[in-house]
């Protein structure tokens, strides 16, 4: 059961920022927002993560509402390189350490153009 | 770092045979998980070990696929007998267990396609 809920698709222009958005309405209080993004041909690869408070790092800012139904992933100034499928996941990580899957579901494609 | 290391990158097979697709995590990483991407179905989640053993296999799709983790360096995910259902692409990550982050590093993928 998909856990998030995401555009099929977007486009930007090259240099401006891309704002990515997701709704996840049923999170559950231990459960964190992960983003990875999958350029073509290539594994996904890990973007950013966060519970509650927005975060940012040296790819993207994540930013998740008050009431933590919906965040948006955003990439300052994207380029041709950051057209991909963008996934957004919630997932708990266990006290323990131990890892929990990571559930993909069909993610947003963006479009850079030039 | 190497990355994660997956061979071969290209599979081309006939119905029936046996197929072994290999992965080398990242040294040091300790959790090791198996996936496969189709058109139809996206990428899920097949296994996943951490340190060497499986921890959930309930994606394994049926008793043809199995797979194996002997030390922490190695894994392999073996499809007997192959069918062209199959055909897709499958990816190893790792990733280091009680990591803050959680983060899974993704291998280049093996490209099956079973005729």
């Known amino acids: 059961d998909a856990k998030t809920t995401q555009p099929t698709s977007m486009d930007c222009a090259e240099g401006r920022a891309a704002n990515l958005p997701c709704n996840h309405s049923t999170i559950s209080g231990n459960e964190y927002v992960y983003w990875y993004r999958q350029i073509h041909s290539q594994g996904p690869q890990y973007i950013i993560h966060g519970l509650k408070n927005n975060e940012t790092n040296e790819m993207a800012s994540l930013i998740i509402t008050e009431d933590r139904k919906s965040s948006t992933l955003i990439l300052p100034h994207a ?36 | 770092d190497a990355g994660v290391i997956q061979s071969p990158r290209h599979e081309v097979t006939e119905m029936g045979q046996e197929v072994t ?41 049926e008793d043809r696929f199995s797979a194996k983790m002997p030390n922490a360096s190695f894994s392999t995910l073996k499809i007997q007998p ?10 190893c990550a790792s990733s280091l267990w009680g990591s803050s982050q959680g983060e899974q590093f993704f291998g280049p993928g093996t490209r099956l396609t079973v005729l």
């Not at chain 1, 390189?81 to 069909?106: E, H, M, Q």
């Not at chain 2, 697709?21 to 179905?41: A, D, E, V």
């Open chain 2, 82 to 91: 192959s069918e062209p259902r199959d055909s897709a692409v499958y990816f």
């Open chain 1, 79 to 114: 380029t041709l390189r950051d057209t991909a499928v963008y996934y957004c996941i919630v997932r708990a990580l266990s006290p323990t350490g131990a890892n929990s899957k990571l559930t993909f579901g069909k993610g947003i494609t963006l479009s850079v153009r030039p």
């Open chain 2, 21 to 61: 697709l290999r992965c080398k995590p990242i040294s040091g990483h300790n959790s090791l998980f198996w996936y496969r991407q189709t058109m139809m179905r996206g990428l899920e989640l097949l296994i996943y070990f951490n340190n060497n053993v499986p921890i959930d296999d309930s994606g394994m799709p």
